[in-house]
């Protein structure tokens, strides 16, 4: 079974446990002789992947029991197959779900690692660093370089620390192992999303199988 989880930069592939990934400027070219199961945030491949008959979107098949307005795909599939805990997929931008007896609480969004360098970037030409990841969390900064790091990484720190309230927290998406470093009680799982896809398939195989 191959499972598709398209974003706005690449298309990853989850197949027989194996993770690939293709741009989507080559995904617009990607023809498949074989079924593959998707969800999409990209508006941009709806008609081609509406018009190939072995693409299956399983967005419409997902639901979550949440009074969110406008949870995106990518999110609820996240925490699709989380009963408690706390689900963070850490990339351009962090998102962090709350999810208690399979009820998703809420959540919030705030500015990945890297769009956080980019701003102090922009402020001035001295800011821009590199981030370092052995930063100390615990001392003070002495130098521009390190004041930089700390400032960037430190508030997604405690922002989790207090939502999380030593909940189990789950991390996925580019920066979640290096944030999973910063709690004890964290799991790191490139593979989240396509959990969540296949415990929807396993249960609506009736249906999509």
Not at 65 to 76: E, F, H, K
Not at 112 to 122: A, D
Not at 184 to 195: C, Q
Request: glycine share 6%.
């Amino acid at each position: 079974m191959t499972l598709c989880d398209i974003g706005n930069t690449n298309a990853t592939f989850s197949k027989e446990g194996k993770i690939s990934k293709i741009d989507i400027q080559s995904f617009k070219n990607f023809k498949s002789s074989e079924k593959i199961y998707y969800i999409s945030v990209n508006d941009s491949l709806k008609s081609k992947l509406e018009n190939d008959e072995n693409f299956v979107n399983l967005e419409p098949f997902f639901e979550i029991d949440t009074i969110y307005n406008g949870l995106g795909i990518d999110r609820i599939v996240n925490c699709y197959s989380i009963d408690n805990g706390v689900v963070i997929d850490a990339g351009s931008a962090i998102t962090i779900d709350i999810m208690q007896n399979k009820m998703h609480l809420g959540g919030c969004i705030l500015p990945g690692i890297s769009q956080s360098l980019k701003t102090y970037e922009n402020i001035s030409e001295r800011l821009k660093v590199s981030l370092n990841s052995q930063i100390d969390l615990e001392a003070l900064p002495q130098k521009t370089s390190d004041a930089v790091s700390y400032g960037v990484i430190k508030p997604i720190v405690l922002l989790i620390e207090n939502i999380s309230n030593n909940s189990k927290i789950y991390f996925t998406g580019g920066d979640g192992e290096f944030l999973s470093r910063f709690f004890k009680n964290s799991i790191y799982d490139k593979r989240l999303i396509f959990r969540g896809m296949q415990a929807l398939i396993e249960e609506k195989k009736e249906i999509l199988c």
